[in-house]
């Protein structure tokens, strides 16, 4: 099957579309048309782009566009493209990483070439960052010659790309979750200690955030067992021990502290028998 896009079109224009459309739109990418269901969105990302870029409906996009990317949330995908009027020598890529394929199957069925493309990264913004490509990786599934050219798209907006084919993808979507939502959970225990231990909680965030790059810095650049510091990585019994006997009076956070540790100790941190044994002993020990 062969695959001519010379127009490229969003429905949905939440914070990913507006990232990506725009990604695209710098590489080269023939970025024409912008649909959403709040059409005020529709329009102010489409006046974002400029260059001709329309706003219209769902069906508009879909009729007239060579690829669309339905970038919705994961519960709408696969009912919205039920509803619109594909065609064959058409592509339709959706954008979640928790779903495979088969939320295209109506797409498919008319001839179109149905496709994924997960960027992974976090889009907190609802205007246009295109920068945010730059040095990512996004997951591809599609057939070819769709894969080759989401594989090259990708490139061209600073990403690189790994196929999902085959791939657990609830799974797969868990370990992005905990890279990246999870982070913010632990930020906010954090918090929590930081306003127990006496200190004002609204200075948290900024006090501890740049430890928190930092042990992102170190991860992105080495082994995890080098990037970790503390007292897990040390083999620091006592500190372990009074971490945990402070955090008698906040069992659930006490919970996580062992949980999140013991993980650690999965990694290769070069303890003695002795040591590896009396940190496993007091992180997998609840309580009584």
């Known amino acids: 099957m062969t695959l001519r896009v010379q127009s490229i079109g969003f429905i949905g224009a939440g914070r990913l579309a507006a990232s990506l459309s725009a990604a695209l739109q710098e590489a080269g990418y023939p970025v024409t048309a912008v649909a959403s269901r709040n059409t005020q969105s529709a329009a102010t990302l489409s006046s974002a782009l400029g260059g001709g870029v329309k706003d219209g409906t769902a069906a508009s996009v879909a009729g007239t566009c060579d690829l669309v990317f339905l970038t919705v949330a994961d519960a709408e995908i696969s009912a919205l493209s039920a509803g619109l009027p594909w065609r064959a020598e058409q592509a339709v890529i959706h954008c979640s990483g928790a779903l495979d394929l088969a939320v295209l199957d109506t797409a498919s069925n008319r001839g179109a070439l149905a496709g994924c493309l997960h960027p992974l990264q976090s889009f907190p913004s609802r205007s246009p960052e295109p920068a945010r490509f730059k040095g990512i990786f996004c997951g591809i599934e599609a057939p070819a010659p769709l894969a080759a050219y989401l594989e090259d798209a990708a490139r061209a907006t600073g990403a690189r790309s790994f196929r999902l084919e085959g791939v657990d993808r609830s799974l797969y979507h868990a370990a992005a979750v905990f890279a990246s939502n999870e982070v913010v959970a632990l930020m906010a225990a954090a918090s929590r200690l930081w306003g127990a231990a006496g200190l004002p909680e609204t200075t948290a965030r900024e006090a501890l955030s740049p430890?928190?790059?930092?042990?992102?810095?170190?991860?992105?650049?080495?082994?995890?067992?080098?990037?970790?510091?503390?007292?897990?990585?040390?083999?620091?019994?006592?500190?372990?021990?009074?971490?945990?006997?402070?955090?008698?009076?906040?069992?659930?956070?006490?919970?996580?502290?062992?949980?999140?540790?013991?993980?650690?100790?999965?990694?290769?941190?070069?303890?003695?028998?002795?040591?590896?044994?009396?940190?496993?002993?007091?992180?997998?020990?609840?309580?009584?």
Not at 259 to 270: C, F, I, Q
């Open 211 to 288: 430890l928190l790059l930092a042990s992102a810095a170190n991860v992105a650049r080495q082994p995890l067992a080098r990037a970790l510091t503390g007292p897990v990585a040390r083999g620091d019994v006592a500190t372990v021990r009074r971490h945990l006997a402070a955090l008698e009076d906040e069992p659930e956070l006490a919970r996580l502290y062992r949980a999140l540790s013991a993980e650690l100790l999965r990694l290769e941190l070069g303890h003695s028998p002795e040591i590896a044994r009396q940190l496993a002993a007091l992180l997998h020990a609840e309580p009584e």
